[in-house]
């Protein structure tokens, strides 16, 4: 089977595809034949070893079987001897862990991986693209923001992967939201619920003054200092990247009545992903979300996905397909 794989950090074109033999499932997993997988600004990152701490866990030195791609749509091809979830056959999506893997043919899962069936309508690469989205989204609207009915939310890059679920789920939970984005998106993200669009390019949405409850920068591009008089008392601003600031501020809470919080979604437990994709299936089902698709490339052309994925300027989400 072929795999996405790399010897060494560095740009797209480390990336190279090898034959290796196929897995065989143990007899608590399943064995999936991956038909699309998502490339991120998370896959960069790895790829790149970019921040440094990623060679603690891919390899200090140079990469260690590193097979990029954590969230995947697929087939079920076979499944081991204890396995009750799942049969041969099933359609899937969802996160594989932070072991990654999905950039591959095939890929064993356990039983109790974060991957449900896919619901009718959502193909393979929607299933993929939306699985990153989402899992990354909904800790932050539903358990960081706390979001309610009537709450005023403004979701900033409203069109970026993570973006397009928070701004469903936000409305979902009965909000009345605000999507910063550029002009080009403004159709988008106004197709996807929001109430009011903000122009990136020639507003500024700090400028405002106790206008927000909850203020969700989805790719990271502001700091809880210049959106503070933007929130209203109580108001909470939550950000997707790390940084000196907001980690500063969550140990010392300098701003009452105002927080700041960075979350790290990628992290949380395997159970808790699981039944965040099981409810995901419900609100595909209902029509409260939708995948945005913007790219799908075929497995040879995954440096060029990458690439784009670095411009910073997709729609929504990227795959590669593999069959492509
Ligand atoms: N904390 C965690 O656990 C966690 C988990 C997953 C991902 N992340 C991080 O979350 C971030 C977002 O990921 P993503 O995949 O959703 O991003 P993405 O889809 O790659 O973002 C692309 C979008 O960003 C918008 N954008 C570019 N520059 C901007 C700016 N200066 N201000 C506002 N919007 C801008 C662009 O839309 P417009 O042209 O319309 O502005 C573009 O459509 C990444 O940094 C990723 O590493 C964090």
Known sequence: MRIVTQSRYGGPDVLEIREVP????KENEILVRVEAFSVTLADCAFRKADPFIIRFFGGLLRPKNLVLGDDIGG??????????????????????GSGLGGGADYVCLAED???????????????????????TAMPFIRDEGLVKPGDRVLINGAASSVGVVALQLARHFGAEVTAVCSARHAELVRALGADQVIDRTSADFTAA??????????VGKSSF?????????????????????IFWHMLTKRAPGKRGR??????????????DMQELVALLEAGAVRAVTDRRFPLAEVAEAHRYVETERKT??????MAG
């Open 22 to 25: 196929r897995p065989a499932p």
């Open 75 to 96: 087939v079920v091809e076979a499944v081991g001897s204890t396995i009750t979830r799942f049969a041969v056959g099933d359609m899937i999506f969802g996160s594989v």
């Open 113 to 135: 991986a974060a991957v449900v069936r896919r619901p009718a309508g959502l193909d393979a690469g929607q299933g993929a693209g939306l699985s990153y989205g989402y899992l």
């Open 209 to 218: 003054r106790d206008a927000y409850d909850v203020i969700f920068d989805a």
């Open 225 to 245: 200092g210049r959106c503070k008089a933007a929130l209203r008392t109580g108001g909470i601003y939550l950000t997707t990247v790390p940084s000196v600031a």
């Open 262 to 275: 960075l979350a790290t979604t990628g992290l949380r437990p395997v159970s808790a992903k699981l039944k």
């Open 316 to 321: 929504g989400d990227v795959v590669v397909e």
